[in-house]
């Protein structure tokens, strides 16, 4: 059962959910909701059979490229900083999956 990856999808699902709340940002709610259901998605094929990592890690490249260039232009660690620190960690733990 892949529990960090059901976690990170939770993660950006609320992300997302809390722009709009916050912001109102409806991209970000849209976008949250998107990558949050494939973050989950990915992590749902994973616990059914460790060679489907592809979905998962894609999501997390994705998650960490959006990020990792959000947190290089502002500084902020919160929530750039942190989403972008656990998008690296599932792209560490797919991208294992792919080279062992």
Not at 24 to 51: D, E, W
Not at 70 to 85: I, L, N, R
């Amino acid at each position: 059962m892949d529990y960090l990856g059901y976690l990170y999808a939770l993660l950006i699902a609320g992300g997302g959910i809390m722009g709009y709340i916050k912001a109102g940002s409806v991209m970000s709610l849209a976008m949250g909701i998107l990558f949050g259901t494939l973050a989950g998605l990915g992590a749902y094929r994973a616990s059914i059979n460790s060679q489907q990592y592809v979905l998962g890690l894609v999501v997390s490249l994705a998650m960490f490229a959006r990020f990792a260039q959000s947190f290089y232009q502002t500084g902020k660690v919160m929530p750039a900083g942190v989403v972008m620190v656990c998008s690296l960690v599932m792209v560490l733990r797919y991208g294992a999956r792919a080279v062992l």
